[in-house]
């Protein structure tokens, strides 16, 4: 099992998202990227954190390879809004991958000229790429969110 790490907007719309994906073993949702140790919800909202709302995938790469992960994340938001997905807006919103070795930091670099270079987007793409840092889980009650709530969405057409 390996893992990848993305923030794409409202966590909630991307682990739902990714667990539709097959060879996704297990997701959870948290913060990544920031300076701020042990981060709450109401931490990282205030935009002082430098954290981003992340999913993290556990995924089998006998199943799903990371360029396949790479291509359900471009799918799923605007990687050309910088700090914002949808009426979400502010740094923990941003478009990023954040590598777990250098195989993925070349994949997702790669990735992501392919797609600038493809035409699919008129705009600049956002998308930060950097290392892996701390992850910290979001509390429970936002793991699995949509399936414990019932809603379908959080806004994003």
């Not at 994906?21 to 430098?50: E, M």
């Not at 950097?130 to 509390?139: G, I, K, L, N, Q």
């Amino acid at each position: 099992m390996e893992k990848a790490t993305f923030g794409a907007g409202c966590f909630w719309h991307v682990e739902a998202a990714f667990q539709e994906v097959k060879g996704v073993i297990s997701t959870a949702v948290g913060y990544s990227g920031g300076h701020f140790k042990n981060p709450t919800y109401q931490d990282v909202c205030t935009g002082q954190t430098g954290h981003a709302e992340v999913v993290q995938v556990d995924y089998d790469p006998a199943k799903i390879s990371f360029e396949e992960l790479l291509e359900a994340f471009w799918k799923i938001h605007d990687p050309t809004t910088l700090n914002r997905q949808g009426p979400d807006i502010g740094t923990q919103y941003r478009s990023a991958i954040f590598f777990h070795s250098a195989a993925q930091e070349t994949a997702a670099r790669a990735s992501k000229e392919r797609l600038q270079q493809s035409g699919r987007f008129s705009k600049p793409i956002a998308t930060e790429i950097t290392p892996a840092s701390e992850f910290y889980r979001a509390e429970e009650y936002h793991q699995r969110y949509f399936e414990k709530t019932g809603h379908r969405s959080c806004g994003l057409t």
